[in-house]
């Protein structure tokens, strides 16, 4: 028996040591590097290919696992020549085969001064990410970077902006591997004014490794800004016109110069964006007893705003030698938005009779501006990629909000029964401090150790003054006015190893971290009590990660992993103020709001690089979310801490050429949702199962045309004690190449039939309500861009991402966009 095992084994084993692999880098005339290249390996006569691969940002190639025999390699590149390499023979025993470099020409002379890359597809699906390139698609001209997401495989909004991934909330984005610092109607404020013409990729990550922030249970969105890596002074400039109800200009620009050892950018953007939402609200309060209707509230809320935004991010590089990089970046931002409201209130009796209306008119003019200092290094020692990289973050935000709500309320012959004036002052600031660095080190026989720590502090001071107008007279209201500080520290460390043995791949990594935070509620100094409280907490948590993957052969890949992740309340969160919505609709923090910690699991398949099949599970302990609470006629909003939510889902992403001219990416999702707990002394135990699928069509034609007709569709689900019926949209773009392929004109039109409209209902306490959100989301947008300067690409790669990975992500910023 022992002899069989061992000819097996010495058998399996000479197989394996048959394989090689082949390797080699693609790269312009001149010796720079040519990323995203498609190698195709081809054996012998045959015609069909039998393994592809894509280079890298070092214009790279590997193939690995081949057996021996005689192959060839064809390379292929828009913009450039194609390229057949000689024959080469790969002998039993070879183990690593190093081929020549290949040299592409570009097809257009004429083009030199332009910078000319292959063209990526919309979606790539990776082992461990789904990347978005944004600038793939016509459709995306004109749009806001909300509006690229909302259409993202497994990516999903709701009616207030907070953003899902595969129907779980606690998505933690980040731009540049930074965290943003915002949260809530806050980022989604950002996000909606934020066009997509400054985004060059957004990477979807559902279950980082240990090298990231553990925030976000359900993963992490990376925006990632453009920036140009040639050399030389270059750039491009952005003009767009959208119009939807309103009109919404914008425009972007992108400079780069690159001399010897210094490389300075500059990244711009100015948008003037307005719109409306208009909301419908239905509640039937309920006896507690017999749950007959004892009243009825009716509200329809008519909002219009306008968001002006101006985004500046401007750095240096200075490359003392060919392996070191020191850079500097500085960024900000400003949005000075006004919101005004009208809401019309019917509050009838139980026999559907009106007792009473009200008119409500807010009026919200709120400021909104950030600056960001990065200082970043980059050390690579060799070229095998063992690097030293640290970031030194300094953010500040500084945020005011002046509102003023006036309420009128009249018998049913619209007789004056009373009015109420209240007029607030909201002024908030945020400090952060974060610094971190990260070590990669590979070793011989394919093992590379990463390893790292990082520090930050936070620090935020809130303000609510609130006055009950009369006359000209303002009198303080000490039942509304408060005052809240709030500080933060997160100390963490991880390690990160990552092994390939044959056709497996390993990766195991820790990432502890420690919190110690403390909020202080001073009240006002009109009360006698004050409402003077505080709180304060410490404590560690550990989050493992681990993946696995088996190439069966070269269509089969097989891949687990497994991950813990935290999802910290947003800062606003925390905050215990009351905001006002209107006279019956409030919306309040919660300072004792606590993490929820989740535990997730994935297990997929990738068929030839084009169909990958996902299963995926998470278990979420102290699950929070917003919540409704009823006083009176009012209802209260805040987050608060639910129970258990347990999500199992199964993903289908397929990237497939139909013909030449016609690729389409079509992504399908279900997943369960189930939660249990306690709120407000009731019994929570709710399940359902949702759906959302995303399909992109993309048509490439001769003469420079393109054009893309893409969709999604979502069906009911819940969120929290929240039920969403279903919604989706169709939207169109046509796109030419002019000016010798230096401009190009896109047009395009977004939710065609006008299908993106919220609708649900709510059902807590003694209250069944209902609402239905519509805004101006049917728009049609012309855009023009222009490609300038003269540059060559490649070099080396500018580190412009910072260290503040997770604090950005938890703001507050107001807005109805």
């Avoid at 919404?248 to 010897?260: A, I, Q």
């Avoid at 016609?662 to 359902?688: C, K, M, P, R, S």
């Avoid at 019926?725 to 046509?734: E, H, K, N």
């Amino acid at each position: 028996m022992k002899t069989i095992i061992t000819i097996f084994l010495l058998s399996i084993s000479g197989y394996l040591g048959a394989q090689t692999k082949i390797q080699g880098n693609v790269q312009e005339a001149n010796n720079v590097p040519l990323e995203s290249v498609n190698i195709s390996l081809i054996k012998g006569n045959d015609t069909a290919v039998s393994r592809t691969a894509v280079t890298n940002k070092e214009g790279r190639f590997l193939f690995s696992d081949i057996p021996a025999g005689i192959y060839h390699v064809r390379i292929s590149a828009v913009g450039y020549e194609t390229v057949v390499g000689a024959k080469f023979n790969i002998a039993a025993g070879n183990k690593t085969l190093e081929l020549p470099a290949f040299n592409l020409n570009r097809k257009n002379n004429e083009l030199q001064s332009v910078v000319v890359v292959s063209r990526k597809p919309f979606i790539e699906q990776k082992n461990d990410r789904i990347l978005v390139n944004v600038d793939a698609s016509p459709a995306n001209a004109g749009t806001s970077v909300m509006d690229v997401l909302e259409k993202s495989p497994g990516v999903s909004v709701d009616k207030d902006g907070n953003i899902s991934l595969k129907g779980k909330q606690g998505v933690t984005i980040m731009i540049d591997n930074r965290p943003t610092y915002m949260s809530g109607a806050q980022l989604a404020t950002y996000l909606k004014s934020l066009p997509s013409s400054a985004i060059e990729q957004l990477e979807i990550m559902s279950n980082p490794s240990a090298k990231y922030d553990a925030a976000g249970n359900s993963g992490i969105i990376n925006l990632k800004t453009k920036k140009n890596k040639a050399r030389g002074f270059n750039g491009s400039a952005t003009l767009t016109y959208t119009q939807g109800e309103y009109a919404k200009p914008g425009g972007s620009l992108n400079l780069n110069d690159r001399e010897n050892k210094f490389n300075f950018f500059l990244n711009g953007g100015y948008t003037y964006w307005q719109g409306f939402q208009d909301l419908d609200i239905n509640r039937n309060y309920l006896d507690a007893g017999t749950k007959n209707i004892n009243s009825i509230f009716t509200q329809n809320t008519h909002m219009k705003f306008l968001s002006p935004e101006l985004n500046l991010k401007l750095g240096a590089d200075y490359f003392p030698d060919s392996k070191t990089t020191l850079g500097i970046v500085l960024s900000g931002y400003q949005n000075n938005e006004t919101d005004n409201s009208i809401s019309n209130i019917t509050l009838k009796n139980a026999n559907n009779v009106t007792d009473s209306l009200v008119q409500s008119i807010g009026n919200i003019h709120g400021k909104w501006s950030n600056g960001t200092v990065n200082l970043n290094f980059r050390r690579q020692f060799d070229s095998s990629g063992r690097e030293l990289t640290a970031d030194a973050d300094y953010i500040y935000y500084n945020s005011s909000s002046d509102q003023l709500f006036q309420n009128y309320t009249y018998d049913p012959n619209m007789k004056p029964l009373s009015s109420n004036t209240l007029s607030g002052d909201l002024p908030s600031t945020i400090n952060i401090y974060s610094f971190k660095t990260d070590y990669t080190h590979p070793f011989q026989n394919d093992f590379k150790l990463e390893a790292g720590l990082k520090t930050s502090f936070v620090a935020t001071d809130n303000k609510a003054n609130y006055y009950d107008v009369s006359g000209n007279e303002y009198i303080p209201d000490t039942t509304k006015t408060n005052y809240f500080v709030y500080h933060e520290n997160i100390n963490a460390v991880y390690f990160n190893m990552t092994k390939k043995y044959k056709k497996w791949n390993f990766q195991v990594g820790l990432r502890v971290e420690n919190t110690n935070y403390d909020g202080h509620q001073y009240g006002n100094i009109y009360t006698v009590n004050n409402n003077d409280s505080s709180f304060k907490k410490s404590y560690v948590n550990a989050f493992p990660t681990a993946y696995i993957s088996y190439e069966l052969n070269d269509k089969n890949t097989f891949n687990v992993n497994f991950g813990r992740r935290i999802d910290r309340p947003d800062y606003g969160d925390l905050n215990p103020f009351l905001f006002f919505l209107d006279e019956y609709t409030y919306q309040a923090g919660n300072p004792y709001l606590q993490p929820q910690i989740s535990t997730n699991i994935e297990l997929s398949h990738t068929y030839h690089n084009m169909l990958t099949t996902t299963l995926n599970y998470s278990n979420t302990q102290n699950f929070f979310a917003e919540t409704f609470q009823q006083e009176g006629h009012a209802t209260i909003v805040r987050r608060g801490n639910i129970g258990r939510r347990e999500n199992a889902g199964i993903a289908v992403s397929l990237n497939m050429p139909v013909t030449k001219w016609w690729n389409a990416t079509i992504y399908v999702n279900v997943n369960y949702n189930h939660y249990t707990g306690e709120l407000y002394g009731e019994a929570l135990d709710v399940h359902a199962i949702q759906g959302m699928g995303n399909m992109n069509n993309m048509f490439k034609f001769k003469h420079g045309w393109s054009a893309e007709l893409s969709g999604w569709y979502r069906t009911s689900g819940i969120e929290g004690q929240i039920y969403v019926q279903p919604m989706g949209q169709v939207s169109t773009a046509i796109a030419k190449q002019i000016m010798k392929e230096q401009g190009a004109l896109k047009l395009g039109l977004r939710d065609i039939f006008y299908t993106q409209q919220v609708k649900g209902s709510i059902d807590f306490q003694q209250t069944e309500a209902t609402f239905h959100n519509s805004r101006d989301s049917r728009q049609l947008s012309l855009t023009f861009t222009y490609r300038f300067g003269k540059a060559i690409k490649g070099a080396q790669n500018n580190h412009h991402s910072g260290g503040a990975d997770d604090e950005s992500s938890r703001l507050k910023k107001g807005g109805n966009n």
